[in-house]
Nanobody
Framework: QVQLVESGGGLVQAGGSLTLSCAVS????????IGWHRRAPGKQRELVAH???????TYADSVKGRFTISRDNAKNTVYLQMNSLKPEDTAVYYC???????WGQGTQVTVSS
């Protein structure tokens, strides 16, 4: 059974940085696409970024140039480096394993103005 555990969320001031981690167990994900999604208060969950097995990345327009997704296949972990954070980045951030449509429990990111 696939399990995804996010960590690294917290409270940060606008302009600050956070790095989220998603640890995957139950599968070796080196050949699969893993992504980050988020749900802001009162909004639908949306894609933030995903990374394919060959390292190809895709970003939402709202985070391009500020966020960087990366993966460490040896550690079965995906990261989301978030810089220049804005109050509108406040959301619960979820990790997703697309092949199995599995989600983590989410980690809260709050950006204060």
């Amino acid at each position: 059974q696939v399990q995804l555990v996010e960590s690294g969320g917290g409270l940060v001031q606008a302009g600050g940085s956070l790095t989220l981690s998603c640890a995957v167990s139950g599968r070796t994900f080196r050949f699969d696409t893993i992504g980050w999604h988020r749900r802001a208060p009162g909004k639908q969950r949306e894609l933030v970024a995903h990374i394919q097995s060959d390292g190809t990345t895709t970003y939402a327009d709202s985070v391009k140039g500020r966020f960087t997704i990366s993966r460490d296949n040896a550690k079965n972990t995906v990261y989301l480096q978030m810089n220049s954070l804005k109050p509108e980045d406040t959301a619960v951030y979820y990790c997703r394993y697309y092949r199995y449509d599995s989600w983590g429990q989410g980690t809260q990111v709050t950006v204060s103005s």
